[in-house]
């Protein structure tokens, strides 16, 4: 080999190595530091020229749609067919359920359960289902259980493949993730509208609505099932010549079975967190109920009606999700048989008997209980609280003290040097690639233009960076309650036990519903909407640290145990580590929740992005542009953390000590 040659081979010194990463490090910081210049000796504030006019464009593209929706073969020839199909599932399935009537869902729902997951859960879906009945409108809950169903069904056979999809090619998850984060964080009412145009009104587009909302937990998780599968398991499959189909439906999709069932927990979840949005659309079910009794500041009928859909969404969760303990000794064929006529015969003896609608002697009316609960609340824990005075001096201190500082700090900064900025912790975190991707998020928020506003227009920008401090905030305040918690339950099944009917509770009660509570105890404003924030999006970090603290294999814990090391130090640097890709998984699904939730949050007060998307629901054809305007500039914020956040999990530098 010639001395050329050899001159031309890296070098394997560990000083070249140090010293090679150092010079790097520092044409890093001198380019950053020389943009940070140009950006705050350019323009302050953005130029009126930058409007690339995307709203009136896309104002322009409603109008076309709502004129010719009669007309265009893409409407006659597809998606009037389309919503004939999706009318025709709710129906059918709405006809099994009147059928069965009370007596026979309930038992079908303890024979699923039973199926599933034991006794235990066949007893829990049970009374779940009794509770819909006894604080709700049963033949209403069966209307939204209809919806419901056919969007998880329809949500399961779209994300389930493309798990399987993604699991399998680098390529096919960089491409969907960008899909699905655009579906998860794109504000419900944006695309509201034009799913009105596209599918008519009442079920169809309510139906898609929630399948655009539940799909990316489903998406998600089977790709990190997948992923998890240990790779000796996969060696195991080959060298007993079993085929890559052989591989997936015997190997790892069954190593894979607890990570997809939570992704169906997870659709569940979001579906039924999406209704009374849905309802929105005319659908007349549980969710019409919650937001026509908001309307009238009705709080205890919004519970009730609110809390079927919680119980709906339990019962839902018991079914699928429940972990039998041991198995079946019967011929499985004996107890579906056994099962079905468990239903059949609960069927027939309630037409016999005439229980065809839910007795009135079973109802409960909690709603005066809840309006006095509401008044106590807000007597007493709003001001005449000890030491921390009340829940009004946390709203003043998180407004005051915490909000107002970080969106005057970002207002104040030259809008470029704000992108520069963001763009640095990007290439801190990842490389000049997710620098670019940062910066190209934020200068595209800068070039959507403005709103008319009192005084003129407000850029978009503006806006933007209310709702930026607003979600980093929420965000901060999630992870902080939610990893502690996510461990704890990860480790204990006493605390998993005892902390997951909370979160259903949280995850599924309709935001509509506790909107008004947070109102009276933080009055309105930002804080009340921070605070609805974190309510919702707590729980997917909760069980996804969970769910990586518990599928840590035993063997590199037991060995941690033999070497001495204690709970703690087993816990610290055996368990999170192991547990990292799913613990960040978590704190980007609380990171997309935060997003989502961020226009409903408008409602009480937060204002920003979210009101703009809002306000396009209620005049699409004067403000659907703005309200477009607003959820992309939602999605470029959260592809924008998403990046960041997911890069601090990984390795930043190569074995060389480059960046990647």
Known sequence: MSSTTLE???????????RARERRRRLGFAAFAVLAVVAVLLWHEIPSW????????????????????????????????????????????????????????????GVIGWRTGGVRAGVAACAALLGVGIVSDWALAMLTLSIMTVAVVIALVIGVPLGILTSRSDRAEKIVRIILDTAQVMPAFVYFSPLQVAFGLQVPPAVMATVVYALPPAVRLTNLGLRQ???????????????????????????????????????????FAIVVLASLLGTGDLGQSVLSALQKQEVGKAMAAGLGIVLLAVALDRMTTGQRTAALTIDR???????????????????????????????????????????????????????????????????????????ELL???????????????????KGWRLAGTVAVCLLLIGVLG????????????????????????????????????????????????????FLDIAQVLPQFVYLLPVVFLFSVGRAAGVVACVIYAVPPCIRLTALGMREVPWAPREAAISFGATRRQEMRMVQLPLARRAILLGINQTLMMVLATVII????????????????????????????????????????????????????????????
């Open 601 to 660: 949050a408008a409602l009480v007060g937060a204002g920003a992005l979210g009101l703009v998307a809002y306000e396009a629901t209620a005049k699409p054809l004067i403000k659907l542009g703005q309200g477009v305007g607003g959820g992309v500039s939602i999605v470029l914020l959260a592809i924008m953390l998403d990046r960041i956040t997911q890069a601090w999990g990984r390795d930043t530098t190569s074995p060389q000590g480059g960046k990647q």
């Open 8 to 18: 031309a081979l890296p070098s394997s010194d560990p000083a070249d190595v140090v």
């Open 229 to 271: 599968v240990p790779v000796v398991a996969n060696e195991v499959g080959v060298s007993f010549g079993a085929t890559e189909w052989q591989r997936l439906v015997k190997v790892q999709l069954p190593m894979a079975r607890r990570s997809i069932l939570l992704g169906l927990n997870q659709v569940i979840m979001m579906a």
């Open 450 to 501: 403005g709103i008319p506003g009192g005084t003129g227009t407000v850029p978009m920008w503006d806006l933007a960076m209310d709702t930026l401090s607003q979600v980093l905030v929420a965000i901060v305040i999630s992870v902080l309650i939610a990893l502690p918690l996510g461990i704890l339950a990860g480790r204990s099944d006493r605390v998993d036990a005892a902390l997951r009917p």
């Open 411 to 429: 207002l104040w900064l030259p809008w470029l040097l704000v992108v520069v900025l963001f763009a640095f912790i990007g290439w801190l975190s």
């Open 50 to 109: 930058l409007d690339i006019h995307v709203q009136s464009w896309m104002q322009d593209r409603y109008k076309w749609t709502v004129y010719n929706r009669e007309t265009s073969p893409v409407f006659t020839w597809f998606l009037n067919p389309a919503s004939d199909l999706l009318t025709w599932s709710v129906d059918k399935v709405h006809w099994v359920l009147s059928t069965l009537r009370w007596p026979g869902v309930v038992v079908l729902g």
């Open 333 to 407: 064929r004996v107890v579906v048989a056994a099962g079905l006529g468990a239903v059949v015969l609960a069927a027939v003896v309630a037409k016999v008997v005439e229980l065809t609608v839910f007795p009135e002697s079973l109802r409960w009316d909690i709603s005066g209980s809840v309006d006095s609960a509401v008044g106590w609340v807000q007597d007493n824990l709003r001001r005449d609280v000890p030491i921390i005075g009340g829940t009004q001096s946390i709203s003043d201190f998180l407004v005051i003290r915490i909000l107002d500082p970080i969106k």
